[in-house]
């Protein structure tokens, strides 16, 4: 269960830790990515500013990117919870890219960053990845492709893409996203 937020929930994560006997640097992880997280948490309703015919046209400008690159992918769009709003698969996209996409894109909305800036971040630094083991429990994923919504600084959803590499999968996340700027 994920503890309650804020300096709270850090707190409890302290001490359930010191009760628990855990390692001082699993714990510093933990409290990291609640704060983390609380400094990017979105709304938990959706944003009506995302609408349906919005991520359509937000999907097939990734669709696009993708069949121009000749990578066949798992796309998605969610809203500002990070929940799906649009999700395809691109004839001969695997199975894979479905399950991980979904998850990219979440991961965009919750930390209101490009999932690359995350990845880039757990490279420099072993306490993001842990905290990800530790915390995400399979709802984020350090994975390049999914890029946050925004309007008005404010994160209305994600873009994600699949079954490429990192850079085909920015690539198309970008390019999808593109298609938002050109909406809004």
């Known amino acids: 269960m994920f503890?309650?937020?804020?300096?709270?929930?850090?707190?409890?994560?302290?001490?359930?830790?010191?009760?628990a006997g855990t390692r001082p640097r699993t714990c510093a992880a933990r409290a990291e990515a609640l704060l983390?997280?609380?400094?990017?948490?979105?709304a938990m309703v959706s944003d009506p500013r995302l609408e349906l015919r919005d991520a359509r046209r937000i999907l097939a400008a990734g669709e696009e990117k993708a069949v121009a690159l000749g990578v066949a992918m798992a796309l998605c769009v969610s809203d500002a919870a990070g929940e799906p709003v649009v999700l395809a698969r691109m004839d001969g996209a695997?199975?894979?890219?479905?399950?991980?996409?979904?998850?990219?894109?979440?991961?965009?909305?919750?930390?209101?960053?490009?999932t690359s800036e995350t990845v880039d971040r757990s490279r420099v630094d072993p306490t993001v990845y842990a905290s990800f083991m530790t915390v995400g429990q399979g709802d984020w994923?350090?994975?390049m492709g999914g890029v946050p919504l925004l309007a008005d600084?404010?994160?209305v959803g994600a873009v994600a893409a699949s079954g490429g590499?990192?850079?085909?999968d920015v690539a198309v996340a970008e390019a999808a996203a593109s298609a938002w700027t050109g909406l809004r």
């Open 153 to 155: 600084g404010v994160v």
């Open 3 to 19: 503890p309650p937020s804020g300096v709270q929930g850090v707190r409890g994560i302290l001490v359930q830790a010191v009760e």
């Open 94 to 114: 695997s199975i894979a890219a479905v399950r991980s996409v979904a998850a990219k894109a979440r991961t965009a909305v919750h930390f209101g960053r490009p």
């Open 36 to 42: 983390f997280s609380v400094k990017y948490r979105p």
């Open 141 to 143: 994923v350090l994975s």
């Open 165 to 168: 590499s990192g850079d085909e």
